[in-house]
């Protein structure tokens, strides 16, 4: 890892305690490697040990193309209360969305299973075969019909 990836995962953190580390992940950049994917957060998270600590663990993950907030945590302790959490969705997310289009709804849920795309195994998409459960509620901020 060079110097310059280890200063750029410093200044992603927004928040830090004993047990785990937020970063607020920028767009464009993977969360984990894969094909082709050389840069991305967990090759760089080495760089968050703290002493005798290990190296933080990412608990899940988010798109390459979002920008938003990711947990890793300190801790087996702290991974597994957190991928608990996730789990039984006791964790709020939130997000916002720019969206091309008229949405016809100001409110709405959104309940279509998320897997592989049975075509391209690089994407996801709604997957009744081999999907996992993902509900999505959402309030339009602003619906601008010009």
Partial sequence: MSDKNAEQIKSMVIYKD???????????????????TFHHIEAWLPALKY???????????????????????????????????????SIVRKYRAIC??????????????????????KKMSVNPKNGKEAITHYNVINNNNN
């Fill in 100 to 121: 091309a289009g008229v949405i016809k709804e100001d409110s709405g849920t959104v309940n279509a299973p998320i897997g592989r795309d049975e075509k391209d195994r």
């Fill in 51 to 89: 002493e005798k600590e290990e190296a933080p663990k990412l608990v899940h993950r988010i798109d390459k193309d979002t920008t938003g907030s990711i947990i890793a945590c300190k801790n087996d302790m702290a991974h597994k209360e957190i991928a608990a959490q996730l789990k039984e969705h």
């Fill in 18 to 36: 004993n047990n785990i580390i937020v970063l607020n992940k920028p767009s464009g950049l993977a969360v984990q490697g894969g094909t082709n």
